[in-house]
């Protein structure tokens, strides 16, 4: 394929993913931002005016970062994985791809662009929620948009090795219930790691989504608990390795080709 | 090379991981240009063998060219002489049959403002122009299969590989999916099609291939195939063909 040829298959991939992510809204954007209209009441309105301030900012502020990346994370990662799992196992539309002379780099590409949309998508409608709650400030927008876009992709990417690997709908959603959500919860959504005993906070610098959410707040507070660069480091590196993973597994067709 | 054949396929082997060894040497050719029937039992190795040319099931050992293309060593460009109409129904059914071919031509790079018009023309052909814009799952069963066929032909390909296409198709539907095969026969594509239909075999195809349990029994013109019979009859008022198809795949 000439690379002209390879943007259109990308560029339908894309298209098709987005047409789907707003047939589906109910399922797609909706619930996000039902939660996030949960957590904003609960932890901004209702306890957020009790705990009063974290890290010299007010409560609701100091969570508006992290429920938005909550959201980001969980909605990318889950776009690819469940598309990617319904395409191989139940309507088998996946061979539409298969059988095609796409590379396996597009494939890739063609998935994650589609995660990437509806991770950004989701990142910009809890912050609209948001402002129901609070005025956020943005301290440096383009390190909000950088770790928007790159959180969008690497956790797509993931959701992408998931769904390659996925052979039931246990398969799908342990990894999302199990493993995410709970890096999720313990990346410092809610609490600055300063507030945890020293042993607490060296356990929580295993956990790489802490890098990612206080990246992410770095853009909207100017501090963060973790310094940028070693935040910026742990998300390409993370990026690198699921995307050499994935083209491996296409590559092999481990999951796809019998 | 005009004499190249459309599929040549030498001593193919596939074993899959669970032990079960589909494909045991198969060697077979189909030339360019014609209506070429592979006919076995269920379990024979048919879609196995399907799959192998098309990339979707990886071979044990052996070669397989498409038009003088090895598959293996150039997928890419044997993929895009190939179109693939599958067993299974497996397009999107929350889609619509315009979005599902033209779709399928953008994974092969073609844009859509070549792809519609060229779209149109053939869901014309297979008359689903009319049904454009109705969601997938709400087509008969005989609109899916046609939506298939359109979908494998949308790129132009030079080999047309068609799996059970008439399954579960009513008499006469069939009959207008046997008219539009050898309409594209006659344009030049060659066809590759497996059936359980003998009476479609011996209506359409030149050569014929029986598989069974892997291996092919019987490969040659359809009079050399039908030469094979051995005078005895099922007792049912059937083809010779099948008679044949019979006698070579009965269990022993």
């Known amino acids: 394929m000439t690379p002209y040829q390879q943007y259109i298959s990308f560029y339908t991939m894309l298209r098709k993913g987005v047409i789907r992510i707003f047939r589906i809204w109910s399922q797609t954007l909706l619930p996000s931002l039902v939660t996030s209209v949960l957590y904003f009441t609960v932890f901004g309105s209702i306890l957020g005016s009790r705990i009063g301030s974290l890290n010299g900012v007010p409560y609701i502020l100091f969570v508006v970062p992290g429920l938005i990346m909550l959201s980001v994370i969980t909605n990318s990662f889950m776009e690819v994985a469940s598309t990617f799992f319904f395409s191989k196992f139940f309507s088998r539309n996946i061979d539409e791809i298969l059988v095609s002379p796409t590379p396996p780099w597009v494939i890739i590409a063609g998935f994650i662009a589609s995660g990437v949309v509806r991770g950004m998508l989701i990142g910009a409608l809890v912050l609209l929620v948001s402002l129901f709650f609070a005025l956020p400030s943005v301290a440096h927008p383009l390190v909000v948009l950088l770790f928007l876009f790159l959180s969008s992709a690497v956790f797509a990417l993931g959701g992408l090795v998931n769904g390659i690997f996925a052979k039931d709908f246990d398969g799908i959603s342990i990894v999302p219930t199990f493993v995410l959500t709970p890096l999720v919860y313990l990346g410092g959504v809610f609490y600055s790691i300063h507030s945890l005993p020293p042993l607490w906070q060296t356990i929580s610098l295993a956990n790489p989504i802490l890098y990612i959410i206080n990246g992410f707040r770095y853009g909207f507070l100017g501090t963060s608990d973790v310094s940028l660069a070693v935040c910026t480091l742990v998300l390409f590196g993370m990026g690198a390795i699921l995307t050499g993973i994935n083209i491996y597994l296409l590559r092999q067709g481990l999951g796809l080709r019998q | ?252």
């Not at chain 2, 192998?52 to 293309?69: C, E, P």
């Not at chain 2, 895009?80 to 790079?109: H, S």
């Not at chain 2, 539907?173 to 008219?179: A, N, P, T």
């Open chain 2, 1 to 252: 090379m005009t004499d190249t054949p459309a599929i040549a396929i030498s001593d193919l082997r596939k074993r899959y991981a669970a032990g079960t060894e589909a494909l045991r040497g198969v060697s077979l050719t189909v030339p360019r240009g014609e209506l070429f029937a592979l006919l076995g039992p269920n379990g024979a190795g048919k879609t196995t063998l399907i799959g192998v040319v098309t990339g979707l099931v990886t071979k044990t050992s052996g070669a397989v060219s498409v038009f003088g293309v090895d598959n293996a060593q150039e997928p890419e460009k044997t993929r895009t002489m190939i179109g693939l109409c599958g067993q299974e129904i497996n397009f999107d059914p929350w889609m619509k049959p315009l979005d599902i071919v033209v779709n399928q031509a953008g994974y092969y790079g073609i844009p859509r403002s070549v792809a519609i018009p060229r779209a149109e023309r053939i869901l014309t052909d297979l008359g689903l122009w009319e049904k454009r814009d109705q969601i997938g799952f709400r087509l008969s069963g005989g609109m899916k299969r046609r939506l298939m066929i359109a979908r494998a032909l949308i790129h132009e390909p030079q080999l047309l590989i068609l799996d059970e296409p008439t399954a579960g198709v009513d008499v006469e539907l069939r009959r207008s999916m046997w008219d539009y095969l050898t309409k594209l026969t006659a344009q030049g594509i060659t066809i590759l099609l497996t059936t359980h239909y003998l009476e479609e075999a011996e209506q359409l195809a030149k050569h014929v291939a029986i598989i069974n349990k892997g291996e092919i029994v019987a490969n040659g013109t359809l009079e050399e195939i039908l030469a094979l019979h051995d005078g005895t009859s099922s007792g049912y008022s059937s083809g010779k063909l099948e008679d044949v198809f019979i006698q070579l795949t009965k269990e022993v």
